[in-house]
C-alpha cells in the first residue's frame, strides 16, 4: 500500500525559508518521478516542481523563477522541496504526488506553509 | 489565471449525468493523450480519475468518463450519486515536463 507523508510545514516570515519532506512507503522513489503540487483557496491546484525516476530531469513552472528546489534521498526513500525567498503568496498547502500517466497518481495528505510576518 | 478554463460550477440531481468542460489552447492540448481529472471532496487530497484523456485508474466506477474533442477535454459522471460531491480539476502535461491545471468545478448533488 503506497502512502506519502508530507512534513516541515509551518509558519514563516516573509523572505525566509522552508524545507518540506515526503516520505514515502510502499514504493521506492527512485523508481518514479515526484511531482510538488500546491492548492490556494484564491488558485486552487498549482503544480510547482517535478523530478523524473532517473533524477536528470528537474522542472519548475517558470513563475517561481528558481526560488524552489527539488530533490530527492534516495536511502530515506524521501522527496524535498527546499523553499527560499517566501512570498505570501506562496501561502499553501503543499502536496507530494508520484508521477503516473502524465499525471498525479498517488498523493500524501498534504503539510500547510503560512508565509506572514 | 489557469490556462486551463472550468466552469467554476456544475450541478445535477441523483441519477442524472453532468460534464465539466475543459477548454484551453494548443499549447495544453498539442499532447493529445497528457490529459489528467481529479477529484476532490472536501478537506481531502485530490484523486486521479481519469488519466490519458479517456483511462480510467483501477477502483474509479466506470460512471466517470473521459473525452477530448479539439481544445476541450471534458469529464461526464453518469448516474450521479450524493458521494461524488467534489471539485473536479482538468490537467495537462504541456510537453518538457511542465503541468497546468484547471481552475476547478465544484459540482452540487442537489
Known sequence: ?117 | QSALTQPRSVSGSPGQSVTISCTGTVTEFGFYNRFTWYQQPPGTAPKLIIYEVTKRPSGVPDRYSGSKSGNTASLTISGLQAEDEADYYCCSSTGNFSWVFGGGTKLAVL
Open chain 1, 1 to 117: 500500500q503506497v502512502q506519502l507523508v508530507e512534513s516541515g510545514g509551518g509558519v514563516v516570515q516573509p523572505g525566509g525559508s522552508l524545507r518540506l519532506s515526503c516520505s514515502a512507503s510502499g514504493l521506492t522513489v527512485s523508481n518514479s518521478g515526484f511531482h510538488w503540487v500546491r492548492q490556494t483557496p484564491g488558485k486552487g491546484l498549482e503544480w510547482v516542481a517535478f523530478v523524473r525516476n532517473n533524477g536528470n530531469n528537474i522542472t519548475y513552472p517558470d513563475f517561481l523563477r528558481g526560488r524552489f528546489t527539488i530533490s530527492r534521498d534516495d536511502s530515506k526513500n524521501t522527496v524535498y522541496l527546499q523553499m527560499t525567498n517566501l512570498r505570501a503568496d506562496d501561502t499553501a498547502v503543499y502536496f507530494c504526488a508520484k508521477d503516473w500517466g502524465w499525471g498525479f497518481q498517488y498523493w500524501g495528505q498534504g503539510t500547510l506553509v503560512t508565509v506572514s510576518s
